[in-house]
């Protein structure tokens, strides 16, 4: 998988693209990025990329020259790759584990705009993106860490990033629900003990445990994500009788 980041703060990625999973990813060549440093497009030999937003607003808007240029040469760059460009900004889809999977498996390359201040010209946005992605309902200085999360949560779907890749398909999120709690050793912590069916060694009554409690996480923390399409009529049951519980 390959990214064409644009950028006005290429140096940021630097620690992430060589740490953990996806310094790993990159160094076994699963992943390859190139960063365009937006003022390498700038309108003037000031570097500016940015101007004051029509209508009389406070703050700036990023320029459709510089933009537009710099998606052009990300996209010439992905060579014969087909590259979707993705513009990361609070009024974009919000991202989620559904959709990561559903990029993980069709792309092979994307152009990723990391933008500043209020955001980039809407003829840039109409003409030259693919898809405006959200990471949530909250407003964050640039586009730097969504693209970070972006790629982080593609990267590691992608097959052989992982160790293993069950790994993956435990997580929140992979099967529509919350994952369930976890435990590790030692048996007992400050007096509390690793629940009894998890030391059984009963693989049934593990995943029926396993489910129970993720559907349980699930209706305390998220209850939204109980919908038809990630509950089964099982489900309902059990959530009637940890409904029952919880009272």
Not at 152 to 158: E, F, S, T
Request: net charge negative; aromatic share 8%; charged share 30%.
């Amino acid at each position: 998988m390959h990214f064409e980041i644009i950028t006005l703060f290429p140096e940021l990625f630097d620690g992430f693209m060589a740490t953990s999973i996806i310094g790993r990813a990159k160094k076994n060549r699963l992943l390859t990025e190139h960063r365009l440093h937006l003022r390498d497009y700038a309108i003037n030999e000031y570097g500016q990329v940015d101007d004051a937003p029509y209508g009389g607003e406070a703050g700036m808007v990023l320029r459709p020259e510089p933009a537009a240029a710099a998606i052009k040469a990300a996209k010439e760059l992905c060579g014969e790759k087909k590259a979707k460009v993705i513009f990361f900004t609070p009024q974009g889809k919000v991202f989620t584990q559904a959709m990561a999977h559903n990029l993980a498996a069709s792309l092979d390359a994307a152009v990723l705009f990391c933008a500043h201040y209020k955001g980039l010209d809407e003829r840039v946005c109409e003409k030259y993106v693919d898809e405006e992605i959200s990471i949530g309902d909250y407003v964050v200085t640039g586009g730097e860490l969504p693209a970070m999360v972006f790629m982080d949560a593609l990267v590691r779907l992608r097959e052989h990033v992982l160790g293993n890749k069950a790994s993956a398909e435990d997580d929140s999120f992979h099967t529509g629900l919350l994952e369930h709690p976890l435990y590790t050793r030692p048996e007992e912590f400050e007096g509390v003990k690793v629940p009894e069916v998890l030391r059984s060694g009963h693989h049934k009554q593990i995943t029926e445990w396993s489910r129970k409690e993720s559907l349980r996480r699930t209706l305390l923390r998220r209850p939204d994500l109980l919908r038809p399409e990630t509950v089964s009529e099982k489900d309902w049951k059990i959530l009637q009788t940890i409904k029952g519980e919880t009272l």
